[in-house]
């Protein structure tokens, strides 16, 4: 006989439980939360949730104290703990099923901002690993390095291309007013500085973006538009040079090589893979 498919149904809900777990740890300002770090702490009564997973090695399921969970590559997630008996050094835990990361994210403190992670997670955007080369030749656009710009033209500094949260998908009021994202330390709305989010009223920006190449391009503005939304890319205008202008924010690693992230599932690649 036929019946629900209840392996689709627990993959669904597994997926939703990882995201809510990684927006948990992302809400707290960085990629790592971390509940406790050395074993001593595991016999301190240390808050750090105890869950139930195999070792890894034997299939043989036994209980963990959860000392971190780290998201990785902006979509993954690396859990690491203590075994409660035996071994007294910290490990990554293998596959969790929902309910154990139900219990972890349950043991994350709320923060001002948020105390429920649910709807963030559901505006979270499926994204894909691919390389930089990969993105910036995606419209098969021809660029120039010209490093001398910023000397030879400030409107740069004031023509950013608004920046574009790869993310989550943007929130909006009860008007349809887009919701745009509050300083850490005081609540103010940001406001768009250059490639930065910038805090009018405290002056707090978080994980400023430093770029250190400028690429003259031949982008057109629907170039700029798709290569912003599906890629994240920095762009600004040069109004000396009547065109947009590709902004990089690291140097020293072959294009290739950079990892990078894209909504766009036809453009998942390795790194080193080509367009
Ligand atoms: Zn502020």
Request: glycine residues 6%; contains cysteine.
């Amino acid at each position: 006989m036929k019946c629900t498919d209840a392996d689709s149904i627990f993959r669904e809900v597994q997926r939703q439980i990882e995201k809510e777990l990684i927006v948990a740890v992302q809400v707290h300002g960085g990629d790592e939360y971390i509940f406790f770090e050395t074993p001593e702490d595991l016999a301190t009564d240390k808050d750090g949730p105890i869950v139930i997973a195999d070792d890894g090695y034997s299939n043989k399921e036994q209980y963990w104290k959860v000392s971190k969970v780290a998201v990785v590559n902006t979509t993954e997630l690396e859990i690491y703990g203590f075994p409660m008996e035996g071994e007294e050094y910290e490990r990554q835990i293998g596959y969790l099923e929902a309910r154990q990361l139900q219990l972890i994210i349950e043991a994350i403190p709320a923060t001002e901002k948020v105390k429920n992670v649910t709807s963030k997670a559901n505006r979270m955007k499926k994204l894909y690993h691919t390389n930089f080369s990969v993105a910036v030749s995606w419209c098969n656009n021809d660029i120039v390095l010209c490093n001398k710009l910023p000397e030879i033209d400030p409107s740069i500094w004031e023509n950013f291309e608004p920046l574009v949260n790869l993310e989550y998908e943007p929130e909006y009021d009860e008007d349809g007013e887009e919701i745009k994202p509050k300083c850490e330390e005081c609540g103010t709305e940001l406001q768009q500085d250059g490639p930065n989010w910038i805090c009018p009223n405290c002056g707090e920006c978080e994980d400023p973006v430093e770029i250190y190449q400028w690429y003259i391009t031949d982008c057109s503005q629907g170039d700029v538009r798709y290569l912003s939304e599906a890629f994240g890319l920095i762009f600004t205008y040069s109004d000396l040079l009547d065109c947009y202008v590709l902004c990089v924010t690291h140097y020293g690693t072959a294009w290739d090589h950079v990892d990078w992230v894209t909504t766009n599932p036809n453009a998942e690649r390795k790194l080193g893979e080509k367009k």
